[in-house]
Nanobody, 130 residues
Framework: QLQLVESGGDLVQPGGSLRLSCAAS????????IGWFRQAPGKEREGVSC????????NYAGSVKGRFTISRDNAKNTVYLQMNSLKPEDTAVYYC???????????????????????WGQGTQVTVSS
């Protein structure tokens, strides 16, 4: 069974850090571009970050640029999202998605177009609150 599983979500105070993981099972991520998305209550799902299959291309939504870092370890079949300087507005369910694609990541406004037909995980809750 092909599956993506997110983990690492938690309750954290403003200014804190978390590292999310996205682990694949049933397939290898070597040829897959990975995106991180988030959805807050009452809001549409939005793209957060993208990393190419070889890690050479990475980009971020403007709202997280400079605070979040995406990385991948293909040997572990896992992609990570390091989140620093967290703000209450970062509170959301975070999802990872995988799309079979070799090449550079699109700009963040095109993330959903790239990933909507790919594999998605079930999400992990991140809550930033004092």
């Amino acid at each position: 069974q092909l599956q993506l599983v997110e983990s690492g979500g938690d309750l954290v105070q403003p200014g804190g850090s978390l590292r999310l993981s996205c682990a694949a099972s049933g397939f290898t991520l070597d040829d897959y571009q990975i995106g991180w998305f988030r959805q807050a209550p009452g809001k549409e799902r939005e793209g957060v970050s993208c990393i190419s299959n070889d890690g050479g291309s990475r980009n971020y939504a403007g709202s997280v640029k400079g605070r979040f870092t995406i990385s991948r370890d293909n040997a572990k079949n896992t992609v990570y999202l390091q989140m620093n300087s967290l703000k209450p507005e970062d509170t959301a369910v975070y999802y990872c998605a995988a799309q079979l694609f070799r090449g550079i990541c699109p700009s963040s406004s095109w993330y959903m177009v790239r990933f909507e037909s790919g594999y998605w995980g079930q999400g992990t809750q991140v809550t930033v609150s004092s």
